[in-house]
């Protein structure tokens, strides 16, 4: 192909907007989307996994069943 060359049927692509995202907890950031406002339940600001929020005890509890069903001895 040659550079320059627009391969992209005309009038068939949706359009693209800077979106800003809104989240229930306040978070606002800038996206690329074919809407023009989205709002969000749960962003990387308040979701558990990336505040690290999540339980300690949790996790734990779960790597002891999974190591109590297979027969194995905890490494500590």
């Given at each position: 192909m040659a550079k320059g060359v627009n391969i992209m049927k005309k009038d068939i692509h949706p359009t693209m907007y800077d979106t800003e995202v809104e989240c229930v907890c306040g978070a606002k950031f800038t996206v690329r989307s074919t809407k023009e406002k989205i709002h969000c339940e749960v962003c990387s600001e308040c979701h558990p996994f990336?505040?690290?929020?999540?339980?300690?005890?949790?996790?734990?509890?779960?790597?002891?069943?999974?190591?109590?069903k297979y027969g194995f001895k905890d490494a500590k």
């Open positions: 990336y505040t690290g929020a999540q339980g300690r005890a949790k996790k734990a509890g779960t790597i002891e069943k999974f190591n109590k």
